[in-house]
């Protein structure tokens, strides 16, 4: 049988507030977190804003491992775990015995230590590589991170590179194997730093903003880089009634698919598919939807062809529909397991957060994206987009948990 599935814990780390409550009351502000970057030299660049976090400190989080075996993105992974562990109040003596699911989405994995072992490559060759750098290079480190510190053995930790749709694939991922009974506990979300590689890269394309980043807006002009994580502690409702966990949300369902139509340009009939199986998947109707977390990059090609498809589905009564990049940039695979946590702080702070940097609504957009102040809201149900390269969609479907439904 399956089981209802919620979340009892949320670990952030971002440029705009660590851990649930301080992000929260940044999302609520309209905090923006961006700032000249100082993660890679920028030297050559016109552009060199980014969302980067500041003052973390991995020592703080990472005690059961060497510090310098984990890279820049598998610290934020490990660290945003053991906040949703200790958020979740679970006693990790308790967690080491369960059957455990670790999911973390990513689009670059450790591309920042990859990118100082390209540039000892050209200047000195190979022969001169910092093992330790090179040892920290696979992606399947930020899951297995996890799994090292909190101790986990009877545990399955998969990294999921869908690019910047890899923290919702992370949580139906969780989501199904807790729904399934197949695991008692779900780590599951996303994480990325930044990195001179995916910089270059958007810049190539002509799609970094100068100075921040606004989505829907008629004057964006593309995205700002960011780095982060956000991950969810996912568990039975059972489970958390048994032990009296804090329920920020009931997970609903998600919707997958991959259209392969272009290399980059979103595909507005597979996005809007994508959200028509994550509420058919929730049994979830579109008007009863409260608002949307988009994918929201602040492009001019994503924000027009994201907007179509949202009215594609809801119709005359598109949701409001905002988008947290404004405030906290591009996180690649962290923006949707941020966007969640996002979404269930909405719902247990009862508002809608802003987004910011909005000066005038685009009308091929013609949303309601809440400009700069968020506005207090009953919101009992959240839809979550994450949109990717090479057509990866992936949508979940957040709800407020309804005790007298237990």
Partial sequence: MSQRVVLTGCGVV?????????????LRA???GARPITAFATEGFERTNGCEVVGFDPARWVRNQPLRELGRASQFAVAAARMAVEDAGLDVEVLQRSRTLVSVGTTDGESHDLDRLVQTDIAQGPEHFDPVLAAR???GRLSAGIARELGLVDVEAVTIPTACAAGNYA???GFDAVRAGEVDFAFCGGADAMCRKTFAGFYRVGTIAPDRCQPFDSDRKGILTGEGAGILLLESLESALARGARIYAELLGYGLNCDAFHQVAPN????????RLALENAGVQPHEV???SAHGTGTKANDVTEARAIRRVFGDHTPRTISIKSMLGHTMGAASGLGAIACALAIVNRMIPPTINHVKTDPECDVDCVPNNAIEADVRIVQNNGLAFGGNNAVVILGKYEEALA
Avoid at 14 to 25: L, P, Q, R
Avoid at 268 to 275: F, I, K, L, Q, T
Wanted: proline share 3%.
């Fill in 14 to 26: 971002s440029s705009i507030g660590t851990g649930a409550e301080e992000f929260g009351a940044a």
């Fill in 30 to 32: 309209g905090r923006s």
């Fill in 137 to 139: 290079v696979p992606a």
């Fill in 171 to 173: 949580i139906g991922y």
């Fill in 268 to 275: 507005e009939g597979s996005v809007a598919e994508a959200m």
């Fill in 290 to 292: 409260d608002f949307i």
